[in-house]
């Protein structure tokens, strides 16, 4: 973040990598909801839907944004370019569906949906008519009204029913398209109650512990509901951030919006996989995801090295944590951060990864790559 998610320049960077999300009005919330608001719980287990297996076939994607101004002429020219480097899967936000689709699968490649969904800065209809549904920091603050770091930090709420029936609803607007093969959720979590410790001097912090103007969400479905389970409500805690019980209650908040929104594209028949923070451990500690424990297709940790102050070993260390947690239950693909490599370097960051058992890598982001860096791409053993 030049952001707190681990990207580039936070102040003009409008999702996890830095796409732009479309805004919703009323009609499109109206026909989306319809079709979420039947979604069953999904069960409480580990994998991919029962009896049911990764439909993910390529080893090695790149996130695009695709709201960038080309020409369907000049969309196909830029996949058959990454096509003929070994890349076989495309993440694209933002742009028309039709024509970029189109684009990818002409050209031998699988074209996915990479959406947000907990930061719901760019959707009107929510601000303007539900604007409960977004977090509360511990300092008592919305993030609709006061976002911590940066003004797009504006998040909604998982532990909310009618906020799980919305984003059900988009999603399966966006699953029901014939032409895309798959969904990828970004932004799926809490706001970053600690930075990694390469971002803190951008925004003057020192992120000892975990401090209250950073600290979502306890709002008062959130401390209601902790009440009712538990007994106490979190704000009269003597030490909520050190709390087993709140910690979890609050990875489970986001699990179970991961569950809902799995069932969902899992009804239409295609995958759903989702970018996600580098290790189980720093994801639960930085910002509230459990992501060993969500019911996807795959997982995509942004193994972005110096973001935590770390080598490129540490990419493998990282990857070899996340396929160990996830037990073979989904494969791992090991999410790369071009402004920080070299082609060289590139081509060492997909070794280690697959080395430590990645089903394959995804970079950041498609017009990052150059033509040295497709070579390194190419030289590797992406497709082994």
């Known amino acids: 973040m030049a952001h707190p998610s681990g990207r580039e320049d936070l102040v003009d960077t409008m999702s996890e990598h830095g796409a732009r999300q479309g805004t919703l009005d009323r009609r499109t919330f109206v026909q989306t909801v319809g079709y979420g608001a039947a979604a069953l719980a999904m069960p409480d287990h580990h994998g991919p839907s ?3 297996q990764s439909q993910l076939s390529p080893r090695s994607w790149t996130w695009v944004h695709g709201g960038k101004a080309r020409t369907g002429g000049e969309w196909h020219q830029a996949f058959r370019r990454i096509r003929a480097a070994g890349i076989e899967g495309v993440l694209v936000s933002g742009g028309e569906t039709r024509m970029l689709a189109d684009a990818a699968h002409d050209e031998g490649l699988e074209f996915h949906r990479w959406i947000w969904v907990l930061n719901r800065n760019g959707d009107r209809w929510a601000k303007e008519n539900h604007p409960e549904w977004y977090s509360v920091s511990r300092s008592g603050d919305s993030s609709l009204e006061k976002p911590p770091y940066v003004g797009y930090y504006q998040w909604v709420c998982p532990t909310r029913e009618p906020v799980r029936e919305y984003l059900a609803g988009v999603v399966d607007g966006i699953a029901r398209d014939a032409r895309v093969d798959g969904v990828h959720l970004d932004y799926i979590r809490h706001p970053d109650v600690i930075l990694p410790k390469g971002l803190w001097a951008k925004y003057y912090l020192v992120q000892d512990r975990e401090y209250p103007e950073f600290d979502f969400c306890y709002c008062d479905v959130c401390r209601s509901t902790f009440e009712r389970r538990f007994g106490r409500d979190p704000l009269a805690l003597a030490d909520a951030p050190a709390d087993a019980d709140w910690r979890r209650f609050r990875w489970d908040s986001v699990t179970g919006v991961v569950r809902r929104l799995a069932e969902t594209v899992h009804a ?3 995958p759903i996989t989702a970018a996600v923070f580098p290790t ?11 992501w060993d424990e969500w019911p996807l297709d795959a997982v995509f940790p942004m193994l972005y090295h110096e973001f935590y102050e770390e080598s490129i070993e540490w990419v493998g260390a990282s990857a070899g944590e996340g396929v160990a947690a996830l037990s073979g239950a ?3 693909y090991a999410g790369l951060y071009l402004p920080s490599l070299s ?3 590139l ?5 280690v990864a697959l080395d430590a058992g990645a089903g394959g890598t995804a970079t950041f982001e498609m017009d990052g790559l150059t033509d ?3 070579r390194a791409l190419s030289g590797t053993a992406v497709q082994r």
Do not use: N, T
């Not at 189980?280 to 459990?290: K, Y």
């Open 347 to 351: 081509a060492a960051g997909v070794r």
């Open 268 to 270: 239409r028949g295609k």
């Open 330 to 332: 989904r494969p791992l």
């Open 50 to 52: 029962a009896g049911r």
């Open 343 to 345: 082609p060289e370097e």
């Open 372 to 374: 040295a860096h497709l």
């Open 280 to 290: 189980p451990d720093l994801a639960r500690a930085l910002v509230r995801q459990s």
